[in-house]
């Protein structure tokens, strides 16, 4: 195969060798943080070994919270200087951040979860939780209907 001889790869042979799939290289191609060799005369895409290697790079930091948008930003800086040691800080700095607000979201979901499990297994008859779930629901939609005649009342 001429791709071969060239030490190029079609996208199905980068997927395989990286371990994802082509719609992935697709969407990295899209998001600009993998970029083709080039294309064959048929106009398939054609990628090298660093592409297998970039994959690898784009995984993990996916793996560590990085988002596609700071991977670019590692990957590509301005041409001729690699990405500063404080870019890089600030970048883990902001994720861990988000990291540990999700963390509290999360804790604080799993406490109503825990009370709510505790709160059925109790109850002689039906799950309470589910009277109180539609208690919620029905309370949301009287606030919404009163606000609504209140800003025909106002208008």
Known sequence: ?????????????????????????????????????????????????????QLAFIRSAQAVGFTLEDIHMLLFTD????????????LIEKRLQEVEEKMKDLKRVSAALRDALQKCRQSKGACPVLTDLHAQENNKARCEVKRETTKKKTS
């Open 79 to 90: 041409g001729k200087q690699k990405i500063a040691k404080k870019d890089v800080q600030g």
């Open 1 to 53: 195969m001429a791709n071969m001889k060239n030490n190029l790869m079609n996208i199905g042979q980068v997927a395989r060798a990286a371990g994802v799939a082509t719609t992935a290289l697709r969407y990295y191609e899209r998001e600009g943080v993998l970029i083709p060799q080039g294309r064959s005369e048929a106009g398939y895409r054609l990628y090298d070994q660093r592409a297998v290697e």
